[in-house]
């Protein structure tokens, strides 16, 4: 049998991600099958270990690349926005992402748990959280309570994600969140500075 070249094999990853991503989130993590997984994308269960080495590493590398789908969004949004503007375009591009498709489910449900609150806290740091706090930083906010305000948004962000994924397809819930939204980041830019 040929070896799959690099191209192949690439695209063989991308599929088992794209299959599992779904997966995840219609079943959770605790009812997924690798068996399944690699069916769905039409490999064979050792292709799936290969690419991802275990069930875990196929989560992991689903909720890193959601991860970096919700910081690319952010960073989009901010693109050439001064900094008042660039947080809170950011910060909504931020519930925008979350809560369009998968990402609240496996982020904010099954990542904790699955990965170890630990583990989803530093990947939280390393995407969404770490252009939260750049953004607040950017605006003026006091040093001494970055941290903190960076803590408190990106928590009241992900509670406004699950509240929304609770009422899928509700326009007036999603406008309600993004008003709140907006109340937040007024408060915490005009109250830290």
Do not use: C
Not at 77 to 89: E, I, W
Not at 117 to 138: F, I, K, P, T, V
Not at 140 to 169: C, F, K, V, Y
Request: charged share 20%; hydrophobic share 50%.
């Amino acid at each position: 049998m040929a070896r799959a070249t690099a191209a192949e094999a690439a695209e063989t990853a991308r599929r088992i991600l794209e299959v599992a991503r779904a997966h995840f989130a219609e079943h959770g993590y605790a009812a997924a099958s690798v068996d399944e997984i690699a069916r769905a994308a039409d490999v064979t269960r050792g292709a799936v270990y290969h690419h991802y080495s275990a069930k875990p590493g196929l989560f992991r590398a689903v909720a890193a690349a959601q991860q970096e789908a919700i910081a690319d969004a952010i960073v989009t949004a901010t693109a050439g926005a001064d900094a008042d503007a660039a947080l809170r375009a950011g910060s909504h591009a931020f519930l925008d992402a979350i809560t369009e498709g998968a990402a609240a489910r496996i982020l904010l449900i099954e990542a904790p748990a699955v990965l170890s609150w630990d583990e989803w806290r530093r990947m939280d740091a390393q995407g969404s959280a770490a252009h939260l706090r750049e953004g607040l930083s950017e605006t003026g906010i006091a040093p001494r309570l970055l941290d903190a305000a960076t803590a408190a948004l990106s928590g009241a962000m992900n509670e406004l994600a699950l509240w929304l994924s609770d009422r899928p397809g509700d326009t007036a819930a999603r406008a309600h969140a993004h008003d709140v939204l907006d109340g937040l980041l007024e408060a915490t830019t005009s109250g830290t500075r």
